[in-house]
């Protein structure tokens, strides 16, 4: 069902674009989004930080949290916004500052909602886990970011995409002995011995589980690779470092095992196989009734696609509540120099949240 919109999407999207807001200098965007909100009674502010939260407290019972970061990428060229037609061009467009325009939209335009909703503008999405506005949250006010169910913004197409994928990263360390290279049977090359090993994940077949309808494709990729100290030596060391997308259907714990079942066989004594960084995936969990009520205003279920990257979708699974990526933008344009985001998309994903945030159609 589509709702009336009370302000021009595109053309807040553009004022959000021309406010910078690269990760760690997010401060003016979060002035700008807690002016917003304060003009709003029935909304009650907090800010932590550049974190922004703004919730309404009506006493329902349901409350769904709706969440967007307000960091950008560094700039390329595209700082400025420019608006042609239905579409307006620039950082962060898609990824996110028209999820961040249509968040601020739903929480002027709803002052009794059917169900309680708090928002939450936080910084530090685009950067090292440790920074995440999130987490801040969390540890000044955990009860903020309590919910039944939750939303987050990122660019998905105005398609709901459920869940996300778990990522892993493993330190592969092989082991060599130096001599000359003039008389390398003296010693043992440690890149060479990669040889195998790349063959064994360039050959790697992902598995692409069906979970609640929606059909993920796990992934394994080389990343990054070193070795060698100088041009005429056997290099007697080389690291690769590899990247693991795993669906939600197994843990952390489960993918780690996987991946040192099929790289051990490569070690030998001395080598080393590390975990690096982990973060868990999000199960799709549609059977949730404020998911699904946002699923049927979104196209329905025959529309819902797995999410096959990593979102803060995981951050709120793993203490409970169910969430759901839905966004204006194609994150395939995200962190690109021509990064853009329509009229029609921005509309879309504010009706289906409007919708689903009034109760329309229960």
């Excluded at 909602?113 to 506005?133: M, N, Q």
């Excluded at 069906?210 to 993920?216: A, L, P, T, Y």
Aim: net charge negative; proline share 6%; with cysteine.
């Amino acid at each position: 069902m589509s709702a009336a919109v009370p302000v021009d999407l595109l053309a807040l999207t553009a004022e959000l674009i021309g406010i910078p807001s690269v990760s760690l200098a997010e401060r003016r965007m979060a002035d700008r989004v807690e002016a917003w909100c304060e003009e709003h009674p029935w909304l009650e502010v907090t800010r932590i930080g550049d974190n922004v939260v703004a919730r309404t407290a009506g006493g329902r019972a349901l409350r769904l949290l709706v969440a967007g970061h307000l960091d950008t990428v560094p700039p390329n060229g595209n700082s400025r916004p420019i608006l042609e037609g239905d579409r307006v061009t620039g950082l962060g467009a898609s990824d996110m500052k028209g999820g961040l325009a249509v968040m601020l939209a739903l929480a002027a335009a709803h002052p009794d909602p059917a169900i309680d909703v708090t928002y939450v503008w936080y910084a530090a999405e685009e950067i090292s886990r440790e920074h995440s506005g999130l987490l801040q949250v969390e540890a000044a006010r955990p009860d903020l970011l309590e919910a039944d169910a939750a939303v987050l913004g990122e660019p998905t197409g105005a398609t709901p995409e459920a869940g996300c994928q778990g990522t892993m990263h493993m330190r592969i360390t092989l082991r060599g002995e130096r001599a000359h290279t003039a008389r390398p049977w003296m010693g043992r090359n440690a890149i060479h011995r990669l040889g195998d090993l790349l063959e064994t994940l360039r050959g790697y077949q992902p598995r692409r589980p069906v979970i609640d309808g929606c059909r993920f494709a796990e992934a394994l990729q080389a990343t990054s690779v070193s070795g060698g100290v100088a041009g005429n030596v056997v290099p007697d060391e080389a690291v690769l470092i590899v990247n693991h997308r795993f669906a939600p259907d197994r843990t952390a714990a489960q993918a780690e095992e996987h991946l040192r079942e099929l790289l051990g066989p490569h070690l030998a004594e001395g080598d080393g196989l590390e975990l690096v960084e982990m973060a868990r995936a999000a199960p799709p969990r549609l059977d949730h009734p404020l998911l699904a009520a946002l699923v049927a205003a979104g196209g329905g279920a025959a529309a819902v696609r797995a999410k096959l990257g990593w979102t803060d979708a995981a951050f709120f699974a793993e203490r409970g509540v169910p969430a759901l990526n839905f966004g204006p933008g194609d994150a395939e344009l995200a962190h690109t120099a021509g990064e853009y985001v329509t009229r029609d998309s921005l509309e879309t994903v504010y009706g289906a949240l409007a919708a689903a945030i009034s109760g329309a159609g229960r």
